[in-house]
């Protein structure tokens, strides 16, 4: 989430927040911000559009330095208020010029998205109403996606995500605009759903399956037809081969991230962080770990890249070689 408005204002935000790689092709990027007005978001979203494929709007973070500045979460209380924001923004990249025609531009060159990430309310009524208005009419939606976190502003993340909210929600709303999904996708063979949109995809995994997707209590899964997508955060920190159909991390994600990272250098301390996610357990069922804690303690103890590259270097080697036959 990037604040707007010191987006808007100040060019060491800009340069601190937004920062692309200038090789072509580069993947479709969203940028989201936080705001809570239109001239703003529109500003913002008007800077960044000729470097990105869309713009969102956070109406999720539960922070409470984001709420007290009606930020994130606290925009599910403002439903007229995220409206504006969308149509605002939509206007203005109309008027720079960008295809803002939803399905009719996904081709489009000059194509740019519009869309808005939520959480749920307490009473789901609100959540309803509150599409309702974002959403705006069918003919003309205000919006080309909405992405929905099942859990309310105060859920703790460690309490899995209300699937029957989800299912109403895109009962309700699947025809209408896509709806991606938000939390605890952990690894794409044990959703604890059903979806049409993983009928083509395979799975690799570096320990014994598990019996199909995660349904330990043999309940019927919850069925998610209208479901358009799904977006996962803390289990793609820990393995970024997710949606190539891995349950854990491989080695060669961690060696495409040392390769991307040797030609655009990331700050020494992030890199360690990603790298220690990566090697680390993750975040579904399978808990099988590229190194043990010992190793990670002394990957965290290297204090420069070529160290670094060394000691990943001679792991990996090692790897290798309890493959073959020497
Ligand atoms: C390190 C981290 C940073 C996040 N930053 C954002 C953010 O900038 N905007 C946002 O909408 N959600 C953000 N989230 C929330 C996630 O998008 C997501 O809704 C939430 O973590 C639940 O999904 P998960 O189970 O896949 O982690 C963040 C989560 C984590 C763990």
Known sequence: MILAKEFNRNRFARDS????????????TIVQFGANDPQEL??????????????????????????????????????????????????????????????????????????????????????????TTVLGPDQDRHIDWLTVHPRTRSTPSSTPINLEALEILTSTFGDRVPILLSGDVFALNTLPFTSPLLASTTFTTSSPPPPGPNNNNNNPLTALPKLSGVMSARAILANPALYAGYDACPWEAVSTFMNKAARAPLPHKLMLHHLSEMCSPGMGPNKAALLTKQERAAMMACT????????????????????DDR
């Open 17 to 28: 927040d937004f920062t692309i790689s200038t090789s072509k092709p580069q993947p479709p």
């Open 42 to 131: 529109a500003r913002a979203s008007s800077l960044v559009a000729p470097f990105c494929s869309g713009v969102d709007l956070n109406c999720g973070c539960p922070q409470s330095w984001a709420c007290a500045e009606t930020l994130g979460a606290a925009l599910m209380e403002k439903r007229e208020l995220v409206r504006d924001m969308v149509v605002e923004t939509r206007a203005q990249l109309r008027r720079d010029g960008w295809a803002v025609g939803k399905e009719q531009d996904m081709d489009n060159p000059k194509g740019k998205s519009v869309s808005v990430k939520i959480r749920v309310h307490k009473d789901l009524r609100k959540t309803i109403d509150f599409i």
């Open 304 to 323: 420069n890249m070529v160290d670094l590259i060394d000691f990943l270097d001679e792991k990996m080697g090692g790897i290798g070689r309890e493959g």
